[in-house]
């Protein structure tokens, strides 16, 4: 007899559960990579609906004299990811300049504001993965590992590539030393970016301008301001982030209401 025949009312609740589950949390837990939702997943997945929820309420639209740059964001936490310390934007149409990246003016403005030698085991959750000029400031500043909430198919694996042992090939090259580790994040609004960049043909830099762009990055906001979290222990964190997003809007508005 099949199961459900035996015990009805029992996987009735239990499918009931699980859809309940599947709509509360950002992890999908059932990816690919068999990760299992633990409570480092879940600091993560906090933290990268943050990054995408700052992005979400200070969305750079069509108006270039309001534009800043594109809708790339990054995040500094300490070590034992339990501190948010910065948040910044990439700003290359306000400062005319290509360079001016959301994780490179992270680590150079987070450096210079505090006067630190380096970011020693600091990790960065970044809302595009990262190109190679911020992967090389990653590892010059000793980063430990970067989260990316969507994948870049034309400057993405930076990291990676830098990670590959070629010293095998004739005139072959070893891994480039104590590389950042780079990793996808398993929120499932990443792979929801991903699908729709790949299936809309848009080069990646211009859909990140785009509505449908737009319309996931609020559906990130929305999961994150109604966020529940799974293990009590993330509650702090999870108070700590929507506090963090709330000074940084209020920062972000005080900034550009002093431009007008
Ligand atoms: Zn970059």
């Known amino acids: 007899m099949h199961l459900f025949a035996q015990k009805p009312l029992k996987y009735l609740i239990l499918c009931i559960l699980l859809i309940f589950a ?19 997943d879940e600091i993560n997945d906090i933290h990268m609906l943050l990054t995408y929820s700052i992005l979400y309420k200070t969305w750079q639209g069509s108006d270039p004299s309001r534009v800043i740059g594109k809708n790339i964001g990054a995040l500094l936490v300490n070590p034992k990811k339990d501190t948010i310390l910065e948040f910044n934007r990439n700003a290359h149409a306000s400062t005319h300049n290509v360079t001016q990246h959301a994780e490179s003016r992270l ?17 960065i ?8 000029m911020c992967s090389g400031m990653m590892i010059v500043s000793k980063i430990k590992e970067t989260i990316y909430g969507e994948t870049d198919p034309y400057g993405g694996k930076s990291l990676e590539r830098l990670s590959l042992d070629s010293s095998e090939l004739p005139d072959g090259y070893k891994p480039y030393p104590d590389v950042t580790i780079s ?22 830099y211009e859909f990140l301008g785009t509505d449908i762009a737009k319309e996931i990055y609020k559906k990130a906001y929305n999961m994150f301001i109604n966020y529940e979290v799974q293990y009590k222990t993330n509650q702090t964190i999870y108070d700590n982030a929507k506090k963090f997003l709330e000074q940084e809007l209020e920062n972000y508005y005080r900034a550009y209401e002093e431009l007008q």
């Open 22 to 40: 599947s709509s509360t949390y950002c992890s999908d837990t059932s990816n690919d990579t068999g990760t299992n939702n633990t409570q480092n």
């Open 107 to 123: 680590i150079q403005g987070y450096l210079a504001k505090y006067e630190c030698e380096d970011l020693t085991d600091y990790i």
């Open 125 to 132: 959750y970044a809302s595009l993965e990262p190109c190679a």
């Open 183 to 204: 990793k996808a994040s398993n929120c499932i609004i990443r792979k929801e970016l991903d699908k729709a960049q790949k299936e809309s043909g848009i080069f990646i």
